[in-house]
């Protein structure tokens, strides 16, 4: 779990030492979760900041890279995770683990850069979400996830 954490607070953190062209990946990406959190409000699902700390997560993967975040879900809840990717992203692939980290609750796989998660959590505390750049046209590709709950 450790290395968990390390890794997303790397990827997060990612974005502050960049050039202003990654600087506007991050704004396209922060765009795309917008616009996939507005379709799933009107089913009754707000952002959970505190599930990983803040509204939305943004970092970035090398072409066929991946990273296994650790997100804080409360048991019961039902959640809706939203990913998106920037400029040069074709396909970006998310699963989310069970509190085991075994499990797998729910994932996205499909050929698409805005994947979409719905599952329960099945206990209170840390779970896994693995994020993989499954297609990115340049040798890093920036992404984010945005969880939301009801």
């Known amino acids: 779990m450790r290395r968990t954490l390390c890794a997303a607070a790397l990827a ?3 974005f502050a030492a960049l050039p202003a062209s990654a600087q506007s990946a991050r704004q396209a990406v922060l765009a795309e979760l917008d616009t996939a959190a507005h379709a799933v ?3 009754g699902y707000v952002p959970d900041a505190r599930a990983i700390g803040r509204e939305s ?4 993967l090398p072409r066929d890279g991946s990273v ?3 997100v804080s879900l409360r048991a019961g809840r039902r959640y809706r995770v939203v990913a998106g990717c920037g400029p040069g992203c074709d396909d970006l692939d998310l699963r989310a683990f069970a509190a085991d ?3 797998v609750l729910d994932e996205d796989t499909e050929a698409d850069a805005r994947p979409v998660l719905t599952f329960v959590a099945d206990a209170t505390g840390p779970h896994l979400l693995a994020v993989t750049m499954a297609g990115c046209r340049t040798e890093f590709c920036a992404f984010g996830i ?3 709950s009801r």
Do not use: K
């Open 12 to 14: 997060a953190a990612a």
């Open 41 to 43: 409000a009107s089913r």
């Open 57 to 60: 997560m943004v970092g970035e």
């Open 68 to 70: 296994r975040l650790e």
């Open 101 to 103: 980290g075994d499990a």
């Open 146 to 148: 945005r969880i939301l």
